[in-house]
């Protein structure tokens, strides 16, 4: 997500306060991660070989996905490759994250993503909403936009995982109920794998943020790939079945 653009800094500023500081009561659920000495933790199982046919994964989403700020390869959906590889999967994650996408952005350019892939993909991630809360847009839009979306992976006959946003206490109640009832809703009417909040072990950590209080450090992402690697791979399909 690009929140710094200069004509949403003071949105931006409400929701990253609001979202740190609301979230404070929620419990973390995830394992930590099990780190080398060095913090990384893709390595860790290197030992295993890499065995079977490619694993195609599309990671779709904004600058959460995009690694904002950072080397193009400490980016979440690089990490995740590395970290899927170290435990054996011959996976290749492609990354389609864009920096300021809405859902509604996500909308307009699926099909063009979907029909780049030269083979279609055995999952598919879905990660946006971020946006939409930064510019306040209605959660009605928001869940007509992941509908769309949704309705042509389950067209095209491709698994998905959905990873969750959470909207803060400070848009109000009504809002936040509206909005973040969207990913279990979705998820529901598509069958599809999802993590409900998918920042939930690094929100309280601003060290595993850069200065902007939004866009996790390498160190973050590292954090995210290993609370999120076990519901990724649980969601690909299992040896032999088609997507």
């Not at 950072?70 to 980016?75: I, R, S, V, Y």
Request: proline letters at 5%; hydrophobic letters at 40%.
């Amino acid at each position: 997500m690009n929140f710094l653009q200069n004509n949403c800094l003071s949105i931006r500023t409400r929701w990253a306060l609001g979202f740190i500081s609301a979230l404070a009561l929620a419990g973390c659920g995830a394992e930590a991660p099990v780190e080398e000495p060095d913090g990384t933790i893709a390595d860790n199982e290197m030992a295993i070989p890499v065995m079977g046919e490619e694993v195609r994964i599309v990671a779709f989403g904004d600058s959460l996905f995009a690694g904002y700020n950072l080397a193009e390869e400490e980016g979440y959906p690089e990490r995740l490759e590395a970290a899927l590889r170290g435990r054996g999967i011959n996976a290749r994650v492609i990354d389609a994250g864009v920096s300021g996408d809405t859902s509604a952005a996500g909308r307009d350019r699926i099909d063009f993503v979907l029909e780049a892939q030269e083979e279609k993909p055995d999952l598919f991630i879905l990660e946006l909403g971020g946006n939409d809360l930064i510019r306040s847009i209605q959660p009605d839009e928001t869940r007509a936009n992941f509908d769309a979306m949704l309705s042509k992976l389950e067209e095209a006959d491709i698994p998905v995982l959905i990873m969750g946003m959470r909207s803060p206490a400070n848009y109000g109640p009504e809002y936040q109920e509206q909005f973040d009832s969207i990913y279990a809703d979705m998820a529901e009417k598509y069958d599809t794998a999802l993590i409900p909040f998918w920042l939930e072990d690094i929100y309280q950590d601003q060290t595993l943020f850069q200065d902007d209080r939004i866009h996790p450090t390498a160190e973050g992402v590292e954090t995210l790939v290993a609370s999120t690697v076990n519901e990724v791979e649980a969601a690909l399909p299992e040896d032999g079945e088609e997507s």
